[in-house]
């Protein structure tokens, strides 16, 4: 069993920066791809990044150059560094790890992005 815990969400001006963390639980965390989801008001979940545990990574073109998505397997967490936010940025993050059938999610952070 792996628990996944979010922090880092908050409120921001357009063009602010925040950077989410999602810290795992159990062992084997190296083993987990892992991504960052959105949903927003009214909106299906959407995916945002993942790094696979090789280390490869993968955005949704709205968020490239913008977003950074990393992982540090000797703290059990993966990052997602958010800049030059905007206020369709705005949902509540959610982090995924999945490996082979198991899959996990967190329970999310809010982040708004209004002046």
């Known amino acids: 069993q792996v628990q996944l815990v979010e922090s880092g969400g908050g409120l921001v001006q357009p063009g602010g920066s925040l950077r989410l963390s999602c810290a795992a639980s159990g062992s084997s965390f190296s083993n987990y791809a892992m991504g960052w989801y959105r949903q927003a008001p009214g909106q299906q979940r959407e995916y945002v990044a993942t790094?696979?545990?090789?280390?490869?990574?993968r955005y949704t073109d709205s968020v490239k150059g913008r977003f950074t998505i990393s992982r540090d397997n000797t703290k059990n967490t993966v990052y997602l560094q958010m800049n030059s936010l905007k206020p369709e940025d705005t949902a509540v993050y959610y982090c995924k790890g999945w490996f082979l059938v198991m899959e996990y999610w967190g329970q999310g952070t809010q982040v708004t992005v209004s002046s």
């Open positions: 790094i696979g545990s090789s280390g490869s990574t």
